[in-house]
Structures are given as structure tokens and as C-alpha cells.
């Protein structure tokens, strides 16, 4: 049983690193400068329930910030991510390209590509790094790093029988000028 525990928290781990969500800003002021670092919650769905067979899922994750774009500079920030799965279960994730768009309360936004994934499981909690670049609005041509912590939201056992439907947790972004 936790053999199987630690399998799925794997898996779901690997899920989110293809598709979870965290969200840059950059400067405050002008839409292509600077870094930012936001923090924040995200919550993915899977469709359909990620079960035991390996088939096509799509995931989508929504996600809530608080990017800090300059010393004592914080705005709120929601992100959005769609990914596809090609052969999504339990027990083993096809790292998907995922895409992000982030929508600032100052009314920017960034679209960030996550092309490259990794996934620890450690003590119960799966922490998966994404990383790519933004490609449209604040931050272009900057690289992105998300990291985030999760835990599934329903029993490993329930991968035996409707599927698991998604999960959540905590989550950082970083874009690095």
C-alpha cells in the first residue's frame, strides 16, 4: 500500500510538473523589463481521472499569486494552464509541454511556455520544478522557473477506481531577468 501510495503521489507529482501553475511579473511599470518572484496556490484538474491505464488527459490548472515585481512592489496576479498528456496514469506521466497565461492586476499579462520538467517525491510530498521561458507581454525572451508542492486532493485508492480527478498546493515562480 504505501509502495502504491508513493507511485501515485509520483505520478501526480509528475502530472503537475507538466501542468501546474505559477505565474511571473516583472517591473513595475513597463511590460518586457525585470524579474519577479510570486507565491502563491494553484489547484489542477485532470480529464479525464487519471486511473491505472495509460490514455490522453488533459490538465488545467488555475492558479493565485502575489508576484513581488520591485522592492515593496506587490501585485495580485492569476494564472491559467493548459496541458496534454499523451499517456497519463498513476503510475507514470509523458512530461507534456505545458502553456501559462498570467493575467496581472495592473492589467499585464505573460504567457510562459514550460518545456522542461522534474519531480521529487520526499516524505509524503512531491515537489516538481517546471521551467521555460515567457514568450508574449511582461518578462519576453526571460527564462521561468515554477516550483510546487502538492498533495493530492482524494485517497491514492482512488486511482483503483474513478480515477484521480486533480489535486493542489502551494507554488513559486520566478522569472529571472
Same mark, same amino acid.
Given at each position: ?11 501526480? @507529482? ?7 501553475? *505559477? ?14 518572484? *510570486?507565491?502563491? @496556490? ?47 496514469? *498513476? ?67 482512488? *486511482? ?18
Amino acid at each position: 500500500m504505501a509502495g502504491r501510495r508513493g507511485a501515485v503521489l509520483a505520478l501526480t @507529482s509528475l502530472v503537475l510538473a507538466g501542468a501546474v501553475v *505559477c505565474a511571473p511579473a516583472s517591473q513595475a511599470g513597463t511590460a518586457n523589463s525585470g524579474g519577479a518572484t *510570486c507565491t502563491g @496556490s494553484f489547484s489542477n484538474a485532470y480529464d479525464p481521472p487519471l486511473t491505472l491505464t495509460p490514455q490522453t488527459a488533459r490538465i488545467h490548472s488555475e492558479a493565485h499569486y502575489a508576484c513581488t515585481t520591485a522592492p515593496g512592489h506587490t501585485v495580485r496576479a492569476t494564472g491559467s494552464l493548459d496541458a496534454v498528456a499523451p499517456r497519463a496514469s *498513476c503510475v507514470t506521466v509523458t512530461a507534456p509541454r505545458a502553456t501559462e497565461t498570467v493575467r496581472y492586476s495592473d492589467h499585464h499579462r505573460s504567457v510562459i511556455v514550460y518545456d522542461r520538467a522534474t519531480a521529487v517525491y520526499a516524505g509524503g510530498v512531491l515537489v516538481v520544478k517546471l521551467s521555460g521561458r515567457v514568450t508574449e507581454g511582461r518578462g519576453q525572451g526571460h527564462p521561468a522557473q515554477r516550483t510546487v508542492t502538492t498533495l493530492p486532493s482524494q485517497l491514492p485508492t482512488e *486511482c483503483l477506481a474513478s480515477g484521480i480527478r486533480g489535486d493542489r498546493g502551494g507554488a513559486k515562480l520566478e522569472i529571472r531577468p
